[in-house]
Antibody
Framework: EVQMVESGGGLVKPGGSLRLSCAASGFTFSNAWMNWVRQAPGKGLEWVGRIKSKPSGGTTDYAAPVKGRFTVSRDDSINTVYLQMNSLKTEDTAVYYC?????????WGQGTLVTVSS | EIVLTQSPDFQSVTPKEKVTITCRASQSIGSDLHWYQQKPDQSPKLLIKYASQSFSGVPSRFSGSGSGTDFTLIINSLEAEDAATYYCHQSSSLPHTFGQGTKLEIK
């Protein structure tokens, strides 16, 4: 059974940093492209960024609002993908989901809430 | 950036009714269009990939069609458990983008 569990969310002040983790199991993680998607309270889904599998180059791509502030990385030895968030803004407040897939997103975690507020 | 526009934003429907949700892309995306269902306080679930391919385990009452710029999600014989918000998503070009969502309420 595919499982993905996000952690690391919480309350942080504007300008602060936070690192989210997503621990995966039930599939061959090292071959998977991994994404982060967020959802602001009461709003729709917004793609944040992704990391390709190492066989596909291991490169990253980001949405414009987070480029230069957020970094996606992965540790295939422990089946975990990370989202390092720096220079956080109030508009980054959202539930952050990790998901698998390079084109369609077939499995999703339960999400972790990040609140950016003073 | 490719903009996806869904219609309607909200629909109140009765069980056993047929529901049609449309998604229009701001430029041609071939068949790189996917549909998700999100129930309250849950994460999204993939329903349809590449416009018309059902994802494993999805009930057969869900189907998709379209290509280019116009796409449709059809729910035949709606059930109470289908109360949710539905999103389309394009992967034709970066950044990935989603439609604004269509909320289905069951009367």
């Amino acid at each position: 059974e595919v499982q993905m569990v996000e952690s690391g969310g919480g309350l942080v002040k504007p300008g602060g940093s936070l690192r989210l983790s997503c621990a995966a199991s039930g599939f061959t993680f090292s071959n998977a492209w991994m994404n982060w998607v967020r959802q602001a309270p009461g709003k729709g889904l917004e793609w944040v960024g992704r990391i390709k599998s190492k066989p596909s180059g291991g490169t990253t791509d980001y949405a414009a609002p987070v480029k230069g502030r957020f970094t996606v990385s992965r540790d295939d030895s422990i089946n975990t993908v990370y989202l390092q968030m720096n220079s956080l803004k109030t508009e980054d407040t959202a539930v952050y989901y990790c998901s698998t897939g390079g084109y369609f997103f077939d499995f999703w975690g339960q999400g972790t809430l990040v609140t950016v507020s003073s | 950036e490719i903009v996806l526009t869904q219609s309607p934003d909200f629909q109140s429907v009765t069980p056993k009714e047929k529901v049609t949700i449309t998604c229009r892309a701001s430029q041609s995306i071939g068949s790189d269009l996917h549909w998700y269902q999100q129930k309250p306080d849950q994460s999204p679930k993939l329903l349809i990939k590449y416009a018309s391919q059902s994802f494993s385990g999805v009930p057969s009452r869900f189907s998709g069609s379209g290509s280019g710029t116009d796409f449709t999600l059809i729910i035949n014989s709606l059930e109470a458990e289908d109360a949710a918000t539905y999103y389309c998503h394009q992967s034709s070009s970066l950044p990935h983008t989603f439609g604004q969502g269509t909320k289905l309420e069951i009367k």
